[in-house]
C-alpha cells in the first residue's frame, strides 16, 4: 500500500545550526504538502510542491520536490527556538484522492 | 485560527460507549477531512467528504462513521470505544482537493 516514509523521527539541533528532515513516497506523488505543528497546536500548512524539481522557499526554509517526483525535503537554516515542533510531509499519489502523511520529525532546538 | 471550529475540546468516557465529534469547516470550504493522532500511530488519515459525499477513506475502523450535512459540517460517531481509541481528533477542510489543508485544534478523547 501507498507509504510515506519520514527521517529522521527526531533531531536535536543546537541554535543555529542547519536542520533538514527527508519524506519518501512508495509511489509517485502529484504533488506534497508540507505542516508544522507546534507542541500542543494543531498542524498549520505550510507550502505545496506540485512540480518535478520545484524548490520554494520562505525565509530560512527550503522545500524541495525530487525529480522522480517520490522524495521531498525541507531545509532550515540557522534554527531558531521558534523552529521547535513537528514537521510533517503530507503526499498525495498520482491517483486517488487522499494525502498520506509521514510520520513526521520531531525538531528540539537547544538555546 | 484556522477558521475551523471542533467540538468538544476534551472529552472523558467509558469503554464500550458511543461519542460524536462536530466540526464546523472553513466559510466556503466544501472538503471536510477526518484524522487521528495518536502517539504511537502519528496522523492517520480516516476519512474526507466534498459537498455532503464521501470522497476518499483512509484507515476508518467499522466501528467509525462519519457524514457531512447540507451545511457542509460534519460529524465522526466512535461507537464500542475501546481503550486505543484514546487519540486527538482533528477535523480539517479545504476548498477542494489539492488546496490548502486548515485544521482545527482538535478534540482529545480519553476512554476510560
Known amino acids: 500500500g501507498q507509504q510515506v516514509m519520514q527521517i529522521p523521527q527526531y533531531q536535536h539541533v543546537q541554535e543555529g545550526e542547519d536542520f533538514t528532515t527527508y519524506c519518501n513516497s512508495s509511489t509517485t506523488l502529484s504533488n506534497i504538502q508540507w505542516y508544522k505543528q507546534r507542541p500542543g497546536g494543531h498542524p498549520v500548512f505550510l507550502i505545496q510542491?506540485?512540480?518535478?524539481?520545484e524548490v520554494k522557499k520562505q525565509k530560512r526554509l527550503t522545500f524541495q520536490f525530487g525529480e522522480a517526483k517520490k522524495n521531498s525535503s525541507l531545509h532550515i537554516t540557522a534554527t531558531q527556538t521558534t523552529d521547535v515542533g513537528t514537521y510533517f510531509c503530507?503526499?498525495?499519489?498520482?491517483?486517488?484522492?487522499?494525502?498520506?502523511f509521514g510520520t513526521g520529525t520531531s525538531l528540539t532546538v537547544i538555546p | 485560527d484556522s477558521g475551523v471550529t471542533q467540538t468538544p475540546k476534551h472529552l472523558i468516557t467509558a469503554t464500550g460507549q458511543r461519542v460524536t465529534l462536530r466540526c464546523s469547516p472553513r466559510?466556503?470550504?466544501?472538503?471536510v477531512y477526518w484524522y487521528q493522532q495518536s502517539l504511537d500511530q502519528g496522523l492517520q488519515f480516516l476519512i474526507q467528504y466534498y459537498n455532503g459525499e464521501e470522497r476518499a477513506k483512509g484507515n476508518i475502523l467499522e466501528r467509525f462513521s462519519a457524514q457531512q450535512f447540507p451545511d457542509l459540517h460534519s460529524e465522526l460517531n466512535l461507537s464500542s470505544l475501546e481503550l486505543g481509541d484514546s487519540a486527538l481528533y482533528f477535523c480539517?477542510?479545504?476548498?477542494?482537493?489539492?488546496?490548502?489543508?486548515?485544521f482545527g485544534e482538535g478534540s482529545w478523547l480519553t476512554v476510560v
Open positions: 480539517a477542510s479545504s476548498v477542494d482537493q489539492g488546496y490548502t489543508i486548515y
Open positions: 510542491l506540485v512540480k518535478s524539481g
Open positions: 466559510s466556503g470550504d466544501l472538503s
Open positions: 503530507a503526499g498525495q499519489p498520482n491517483t486517488g484522492n487522499q494525502f498520506y
